[in-house]
């Protein structure tokens, strides 16, 4: 399929900046957390941020959907390539998500690169399913039943947390939302096995280029680069792991990697339920959230967390 007509213009739109710059990254990451948001508004009973108490007293956004508990729990990580993002650049797609699948959705202000490299991220992202977890009770949870997830970098770490709980013994995690994550390392230097890093690296918004800045803020030491929990696909037993819904886009860098990570999943015995949205771009989520394919992704999202 062609590009959608609303995401061809939106990429006529779009100017670039040299992340690879501090000073542009500053300037990016405030473009980025203050999206605009107004005309969405999606009823909800509360909304709150805390504080929890672990090493880094991690922010976290709480959304209670308008309906009477006890709730699913979703822990959500959001996207921004390891580096930029927070509670508010993805408080839209939060809200959306408590508000359509009345899921009580806690959102992670997790760490940033280059200023706290890999496993900062992971390991605030672990520490807050975990609190989760313990809160179950104070959160009007449903029993045990926690469900991880998040876009681009944020799909990362949501499925290197459901390894880390496995690794770690718990705490148990019922299912993973993986939306265009990034699954593998990347670098400029290598041709990529990935063929959809040639085919759109340039002109569909995510470029080859910005996935190998991100790699090199996030990554910090060189043998970090292959390591599971930075480069979940490369974990050498990927088995026992939450039932997993992995959505690609058509002209993204991060197609095949993600395409390539949930057949590893099914191949070491796990659930997994895959679709390729056609005619759109990395981060269509967050830049379309009113149009028929993240329409279609909320409906995937709601009825794979309801199965």
Known sequence: MTLRPHVKAHLEEVARVDISDMEELKKDRDRFQQRDLKGFNYPLQKVDDLSIKNKTNTLIRVYTPNIEGPYNLFVFFHGGGFVKGGLDSHDLVCRKLAYRGGVKVISVDYRLAPEHPFPAAPEDCYSVTKWVSEHVEMLDGVGKQIFIGGDSAGGNLATVVGQMCRDRKGPYIAKQVLIYPVTDY??????SIYASYN???????????EMAQFWNYYIGEDENKLHPYASPIRAADLSNLPGALVITAQYDVLRDEGIAYAKKLFQAGNFVQHRQISGTIHGFLSSFPEEVETEEVYNLIISFLEN
């Open 199 to 209: 085919e759109n690296a340039k002109g569909y918004g995510l470029t080859n280029g």
């Open 186 to 191: 990347y670098s400029l230097e290598h041709d």
